[in-house]
Antibody, heavy 115, light 107 residues
């Protein structure tokens, strides 16, 4: 069964950092681009970032560029999102997804930025 | 950036109704368009990719069409489990972008 499981969310103060993880199973992770999408409370979906299968190419939404870093460890079948300089408007559920068209989604991990 | 719009923003329908919603891109995206279904408190679920291709396991009551800038998602016979919010997403060019969603609720 294809599965994605996010972890690493939590409560953090403005200006703080977090690292999210997404453990993948049931498919060839090393051959798949991977994405992060977030959803603020009561709002729609916002695309955040994508990384190529090798990790050599990354793209970001303007709202997170320079603050967030996507990476992956293909030996561990794990995707990461490093969140730095967090702001209140980064508060959201963060989902990882397989591919650019997100054909499989994780259940999400909640990030709350508040003092 | 490519802007995605969806209409209507919400609709009320009855079980058994045929429902159609639209998604428009601010510039041409060929067929690089996906549709997702999201129920409250749950992760989105992929329904359609490449504008008209059903994901494995998605029932055939869902269908998608369109190319370029105009796209539609149709549910042929609405069932209770279909009441949800539907999002489109373009993955033609970075940054990828989602539409604001169409919420389908019970009349």
């Amino acid at each position: 069964e294809v599965q994605l499981l996010e972890s690493g969310g939590g409560l953090v103060q403005p200006g703080g950092s977090l690292r999210l993880s997404c453990a993948a199973s049931g498919f060839s992770f090393s051959n798949s681009g991977m994405s992060w999408v977030r959803q603020a409370p009561g709002k729609g979906l916002e695309w955040v970032s994508i990384i190529s299968s090798s990790g050599g190419h990354t793209f970001y939404a303007d709202s997170v560029k320079g603050r967030f870093t996507i990476s992956r460890d293909n030996s561990k079948n794990t995707l990461y999102l490093q969140l730095n300089s967090l702001r209140a408007d980064d508060t959201a559920v963060y989902f990882c997804g397989k591919g650019g068209n997100m054909d499989v989604w994780g259940k999400g991990t909640t990030v709350t930025v508040s003092s | 950036d490519i802007q995605m719009t969806q209409s209507p923003s919400s609709l009320s329908a009855s079980v058994g109704d045929r429902v159609t919603m639209t998604c428009r891109a601010s510039q041409g995206i060929s067929n690089f368009l996906a549709w997702f279904q999201q129920k409250p408190g749950k992760a989105p679920k992929s329904l359609i990719y490449a504008a008209s291709n059903l994901q494995i396991g998605v029932p055939s009551k869902f269908s998608g069409s369109g190319s370029g800038t105009n796209f539609t998602l149709t549910i042929s016979s609405l069932q209770p489990e279909d009441f949800a919010t539907y999002y489109c997403q373009q993955y033609n060019s970075y940054p990828f972008t989602f539409g604001p969603g169409t919420k389908v609720d019970i009349k």
